[in-house]
């Protein structure tokens, strides 16, 4: 079956240093991959997406790049800010089963718990 | 732009209580999901839903029933509650083009004791 596995968290950095948050996935087929983010007491919100390999998603600083070969979705952000202090998820959904790209819902790796430090 | 609302915000049930968690979504999606989140793991499917009349079982459906008579509406139903259904339970909608990405609402945080 589908799975993604992210790093452990939580992770702890200094403001204005390089992140990287590490994302692998085990799937059929061609899945969408997105990162979600969620703040304290919040719901999860997209913060990026890529539909098929070598697309690069990004917002707010943040960037990720459909690695089909080998099977990753790594975050990056090169400065980071006390505001970028959350939790992130990396989801796949299946694709392009007949029903329009991931109808029955997502799989999301554990959660990656950022921390930054002023 | 209220996107996906849910009520109650929290709530604590004893053992063997029925609730009914209410979820509205006004962007008229077409699919609707049911996700748990237990402490330091990912989100589960409970159910989804690809239109009115229709839902399907998703990864953890065991003690929850669902239902789906209008676009807008998706409640999740707990008919006995159990302590291992302690969780924070978010529903999510989405368009039904290709590769859209789901919207989630604010959670709700249930507590059974």
């Known amino acids: 079956g589908n799975s993604v596995t992210q790093m452990e968290g939580p992770v702890t950095l200094s403001e204005e240093a390089f992140l990287t948050i590490n994302c692998t996935y085990t799937a059929t087929g061609y899945p969408s991959l997105f990162w979600y983010v969620q703040y304290p007491g919040e719901g999860l919100q997209l913060l990026l997406k890529a539909t098929k390999a070598d697309d690069k998603g990004s917002n707010k600083g943040f960037e990720a790049t459909y690695r089909k070969e080998t099977t990753s979705f790594h975050l990056e952000k090169g400065s980071v800010q006390v505001s970028d202090s959350a939790v992130y998820f990396c989801a796949l959904s299946k694709g392009r089963s007949g029903s329009g790209g991931g109808a029955d819902g997502l799989t999301f790796g554990k959660g990656t718990h950022l921390i930054i430090q002023p | 732009n209220a996107g996906v609302t849910q009520t109650p915000k929290f709530r604590i049930l004893k053992i063997g209580q029925s609730m009914t968690l209410q979820c509205a979504q006004d962007m008229n999606h077409n699919y609707m999901y049911w996700y748990r989140q237990d402490p330091g793991m990912g989100l589960k499917l409970i159910y989804y839903s690809v239109g009115a009349g229709i839902t399907d079982k998703g990864e953890v459906p065991n003690g929850y029933n669902v239902s789906r008579s209008t676009t807008e509406d998706f409640p999740l139903r707990l008919e006995l509650a159990a302590p291992s259904q302690t969780s924070v339970y978010f529903c999510?909608?989405?368009?039904?083009?290709?590769?859209?990405?789901?919207?989630f609402g604010d959670g709700t945080r249930l507590s059974i004791l």
């Open positions: 999510a909608s989405r368009a039904g083009q290709p590769f859209q990405p789901q919207h």
